[in-house]
């Protein structure tokens, strides 16, 4: 199975800031690479497919950049709304697998 | 806008059977266009896949939960359905069904999630 690792597991930051993400994968995926939020309580929601490919209806202000093994995450300026969990997933092959989790918290 | 429903018991004893089905509302389940799957979150926020079917009765399952896991689909009906055999207190977690991408493997959407617990 491809294992994937997220750093941090826990962010505090304040509305207005940058916020990056990373997940590592322990082999290469090309760009089969998904991002999604979970607000407590909810479902998880895609942001990004493809790597880097914004799901539909998703805010600019998130965007994926990556390839092979490392994969970002970036929130250009963080809204109140941002303030969730994000998990990563692989879609090289199956099993399918997620990423351990990144809580973004308030300062 | 597509929207997908979980529902079944939410409290299972050990060694039994947990049963669950997700209707979908607003696609076409015939469509091919995409697998539908079952995603567990354990407790402590860990996401594993469980499966997927496909329109036709395809499947795959994670190799984790092969020998207890089986998946259904009822296209008359627009559900889909999850079997675990022999279940654990390890098995306690929220379930979800999701629509998976072809191309693609992503989810969405998902579910609201059900809680399944396993207790005696």
């Known amino acids: 199975d491809i294992q994937l690792t997220q750093s941090p597991s826990f962010l505090s930051a304040s509305v207005g800031d940058r916020v990056t993400i990373t997940c590592r994968a322990s082999q290469a995926i090309s760009n089969y690479l998904a991002w999604y939020q979970q607000q407590p309580g909810k479902a998880p929601k895609l942001l990004i497919y493809a790597a880097s490919t914004l799901y539909s209806g998703v805010p600019s202000r998130f965007s994926g950049s990556g390839s092979g093994t490392e994969f970002t995450l970036t929130i250009s300026s963080l809204q109140p709304d941002d303030f969730a969990t994000y998990f990563c997933?692989?879609?090289?092959?199956?099993?399918?697998?997620f990423g351990g989790g990144t809580t973004v918290e308030t300062k | 806008q597509v929207q997908l429903q979980e529902s079944g018991p939410g409290l299972v004893k050990p060694s039994q059977t947990l049963s669950l089905t997700c209707t979908i509302f607003?696609?076409?389940?015939?469509?091919?266009?995409?697998?539908w799957s079952w995603i567990r979150q354990l407790p402590g926020k860990g996401l594993e896949w469980i499966g997927y079917v496909y329109y036709n009765g395809n499947t795959y399952y994670n190799p984790s939960l092969k020998s207890r896991v089986t998946i259904s689909v009822d296209t008359s009906r627009k559900q889909f359905s999850l079997r675990l055999t022999s279940v654990t207190a390890a098995d306690t977690a929220v379930y979800y069904c999701a629509r998976e991408g072809l191309a693609y493997n992503w989810f969405d959407p998902w579910g609201q999630g059900i809680l399944v617990t396993v207790s005696s």
């Open positions: 997933q692989q879609l090289n092959s199956n099993p399918l697998t």
């Open positions: 607003g696609d076409s389940i015939i469509s091919g266009g995409y697998y």
